[in-house]
């Protein structure tokens, strides 16, 4: 759906991923160091595709602590130099970060995957719900 609201709306909607993982998923916080180690390989491109192929199959990442890893090796990916950034120091220090002011948000609940427009929580994950918030936050917007 994200896909389709950036189609919608392709000069006025900027999607900014914040790293929330989750305490009890043991693999949560690793899968988001390789995902940030792969668009240092490949760029943003690379970061989006490893992340939805993760994300794809995140019941299997619970079993399976290496499947990011087996997902990069297919993109075609460094896997050694993927383990090396993904314990680098800008990372973990970035994912710290988004964790804070994921925390320091005042959410009223925390869970993920968790979508905010202009700050907001939409009620329900249709186009229509997404759009409504959109189009409103747009018209407050273009009569400021």
């Known amino acids: 759906m994200v896909d389709d609201i950036l189609e919608k709306y ?3 909607v900027k999607v900014v991923i914040k790293n929330f993982p989750l305490s009890f998923h043991k693999q949560a916080r690793l899968a988001a160091q390789y995902c940030l180690a792969a668009k240092e390989q490949g760029g943003v491109e690379t970061y989006k595709k490893l992340y939805k192929a993760i994300f794809d199959k995140f019941r299997e990442l619970k079993s399976n602590p290496d499947l990011p890893l087996q997902l990069a090796a297919e993109m075609g990916l460094d896997a050694e130099k993927l383990k090396a950034d993904a314990n680098s120091a800008n990372i ?5 970060e988004e964790i804070k002011q994921m925390k320091e948000a005042g959410l009223p609940r925390m869970s993920v995957p968790k979508f905010l427009i202009n700050g907001k929580e939409p009620q329900g994950r249709s186009l229509e719900a997404w759009s409504t918030m959109i189009d409103a936050e747009l018209k407050k917007n273009k009569s400021n």
């Open 10 to 12: 392709p000069n006025d």
């Open 92 to 96: 973990t220090s970035l994912i710290d």
